[in-house]
């Protein structure tokens, strides 16, 4: 199975802040990496595909990048919705594993 | 509307079986693979498995495999998830999901529609 590490596994910022989280995987899955968004007691959802595309819907201050083993989301500037957990995913290969999330709270 | 809606939320003992349920609406149910995702409390995702209603081509998590199966009927547009002797360590969210075809030619794959998740109890 390919491992998915995410980073940091929990993170505080302000509203209006630029945020980054990191998604490694543990061997090369070219572009083949999804992120979601989880918000307590509701079901994930999907924000960007292909590692930069951006899932129908999904505001445009989210996005992604990278290639390979090492990939970003960002969010540009944090809004009061976007304090969530989120999580990657890799299309790569079955099992499609997922990272082990990153929660994003209010400083 | 698309949407998957799933069987409600089960209490039941060790060593006891269980089936739920994902019943998939507005869209062709047998043209989409249909997944399946534990949430253990206060934990992250786990990818189980995968249906392909159309001709039930089923595909299994290592870590799941032999214990649980996943099925489908296309007749009435409903997926399946089951256990033959719950453990306590099946105390989970289940989410049952759809896997769409994304990108100009469909290489990539991600869960687009997500169900409302079944929370399954085993305790004695």
């Known amino acids: 199975d390919i491992q998915m590490t995410q980073s940091p596994s929990s993170l505080s910022a302000s509203v209006g802040d630029r945020v980054t989280i990191t998604c490694r995987a543990s061997?090369?899955?070219?572009?083949?990496l999804n992120w979601y968004q989880q918000k307590p007691g509701k079901a994930p959802k999907l924000l960007i595909y292909?590692?930069?595309s951006l899932q129908s819907g999904v505001p445009s201050r989210f996005s992604g990048s990278g290639s390979g083993t090492d990939f970003t989301l960002t969010i540009s500037s944090l809004q009061p919705e976007d304090f969530a957990t989120y999580y990657c995913?890799?299309?790569?290969?079955?099992?499609?594993?997922f990272g082990q999330g990153t929660r994003l709270e209010i400083k | 509307e698309v949407q998957l809606v799933q069987s409600g939320a089960e209490v039941k003992k060790p060593g006891e079986s269980l089936k739920i349920s994902c019943k998939g609406s507005?869209?062709?149910?047998?043209?989409?693979?249909i997944g399946w995702v534990r949430q253990m409390p206060g934990k992250g995702l786990e990818w189980m498995g995968i249906?392909?209603?159309?001709?039930?081509?089923?595909r299994y998590s290592p870590s799941f495999q032999g214990q649980v199966t996943i099925s489908a009927d296309k007749s009435i547009s409903t997926a399946y998830l089951q256990w033959s002797s719950l453990k306590a360590s099946d105390t989970a969210m289940y989410y049952c999901?759809?896997?769409?075809?994304?990108?100009?030619?469909?290489?990539?794959?991600?869960?687009?529609?997500w169900g409302q998740g079944t929370m399954v109890t085993v305790s004695s």
């Open positions: 999901v759809r896997l769409i075809q994304l990108g100009p030619l469909g290489f990539y794959d991600a869960f687009d529609i």
């Open positions: 507005g869209y062709s149910f047998t043209s989409y693979w």
């Open positions: 249906i392909y209603p159309g001709d039930s081509d089923t």
């Open positions: 061997q090369s899955i070219s572009s083949y």
């Open positions: 292909a590692a930069s």
């Open positions: 995913q890799q299309s790569y290969s079955t099992p499609r594993t």
